[in-house]
């Protein structure tokens, strides 16, 4: 019997995705492993029991976690599934850890090797296993099919014996892999698109897609940007500048999408309450930075707000969530490429190499500690205060230091909306 590989169905309820596909359990499978799959993991992503038996995997129960070698998920492990695992299992999930310094050591205590997806640093070899990359890539084409669903008009300008349509204006703020990927959707639909970042890279990207760039490009804003393609918090005048630029521009616009995200710090805010004053009744907000502060005054994490105004603020949780039949084929794939490294094919079994620098990257706990550079002082070291790097920040800082990516998620890299770097989100 070869060492088994245990996915799970998702305690949370609001997790309908699932961290395996028919296509991953049968290239698993083929590598050596014994493939067990909770009863009904993947209905919430339409892949019924069926379908992953036929691929060759055993459908099982949550009690079969105890049997794992590694075990797949999508969330970070609670304490009554990590009473269910084996000391020294590897367990790969979304972790997000910044905040939850007590959840990683809970991981530590229970003996499990736990790696987090979202460290995967930012490097050619690591592209198909960036699910920062892969998950933004399908909230940014959600957020725009959220956005037409509140907006009561049409969006794309029509003409007719009867009169002509406006294009709905749409604005989208912090261009990352979300971000480019609402302008193309956006564009696709008709929309008249504008966009703006601090990064001066994604000006050109942004144009390419056929929306206009606006931003206040002074000196900070040339030199807004991290060796990682990532975004910087810019200075209290920068802000004062492009909010005022933007407090206009924003008067005028349909539908705004927020996506901005600084690796380590809460969500900045974009758009004050005056701003949100300022639209036309029946305006939407999307804000998908909700779930880290939120870019935008007034919106609620998982509510539709309307203002009084008549201005909805929508402030979905777990937007890739929203597609998740979509959105976890992509995820299977980047945990599989992942793992695949950490496979010694001749022995079939899992072989992890410590000193690569995927593990490097991405390992949290291992034999009983909390191994990451991030993570592993203030594990030895008792808190007498909060953490300083604020909950929900899902981007890791340690991935600030890797040489921007001049191909599939690099923000200096190509123009397609699914190829940048996840400086925002």
Do not use: C, W
């Not at 995997?57 to 070698?69: E, F, L, P, V, W």
């Not at 810019?234 to 008067?251: R, V, W």
């Not at 190499?353 to 592993?376: C, I, S």
């Amino acid at each position: 019997m070869g060492q088994i590989i245990f996915i799970p169905r998702e305690i949370d309820p609001n997790e309908p995705r699932v961290a395996a596909s028919p296509e991953t359990v049968k290239r698993l499978a083929g590598l050596g492993f014994d493939v067990i799959v909770e009863k009904g993991a993947g209905l919430g992503s339409r892949i019924p029991d069926q379908d992953f038996a036929t691929a060759g995997g055993t459908i099982g129960t949550a009690a079969d976690a105890r049997k794992a070698d590694v075990v797949l998920k999508v969330r970070r492990p609670t304490d009554a599934e990590l009473k269910g695992y084996k000391p020294g299992a590897a367990v790969i999930a979304i972790m997000d850890p910044y905040g939850n310094d007590a959840a990683v050591a809970a991981m530590a205590k229970a003996g499990i090797t736990a790696f987090s997806m979202e460290f995967m640093p930012r490097i050619t070899r690591a592209q198909v296993m960036d699910v920062l990359s892969s998950q933004a890539n399908l909230a940014g084409y959600q957020a725009v099919i959220d956005a037409a669903g509140e907006y009561d008009r049409a969006l794309p300008m029509m003409m007719t014996a009867a009169g002509t349509v406006p294009a709905a204006k749409t604005f989208i703020m912090g261009v990352g892999v979300a971000g480019l990927q609402a302008i193309a959707t956006a564009r696709r639909l008709g929309a008249v698109v504008t966009a703006t970042d601090v990064r001066p890279a994604v000006k050109e990207q942004v144009q390419s897609l056929g929306a206009k760039f606006l931003a206040v490009e002074d000196e900070e804003f040339k030199a807004a940007e991290t060796a990682g393609g990532y975004a910087k918090e810019m200075s209290k005048e920068y802000q004062a500048k492009q909010a005022a630029l933007t407090a206009e521009h924003i008067a005028k616009q349909d539908i705004v999408i927020t996506t901005a995200l600084i690796p380590g710090r809460p969500a900045p805010k974009l758009v004050s309450a005056a701003m949100v004053a300022s639209m036309k009744p029946g305006s939407v907000i999307i804000d998908l930075a909700v779930e880290r502060g939120g870019n935008v005054e007034g919106a609620v994490p998982g509510k539709v707000v309307t203002t009084e105004n008549g201005v909805k603020i929508v402030g979905h949780l777990n937007v890739p969530g929203r597609v998740a039949a979509s959105a976890s084929l992509l995820y299977a794939k980047n945990l599989y490429a992942f793992l695949e490294t950490m496979v010694d094919k001749a022995a079939k079994q899992l072989a992890i190499r410590r000193d690569d620098e995927l593990v490097k990257a991405t390992m949290l706990t291992d034999g009983g500690k909390v191994v990451h550079p991030n993570f592993a002082k203030a594990a030895e070291e008792p808190r007498t205060e909060p953490a300083a790097v604020p909950a929900k920040t899902m981007v890791a800082d340690a991935t600030e230091k890797k040489p921007a990516r001049k191909s599939a998620t690099g923000k200096s890299a190509a123009k397609s909306p699914s190829s940048k770097s996840e400086g925002t989100a």
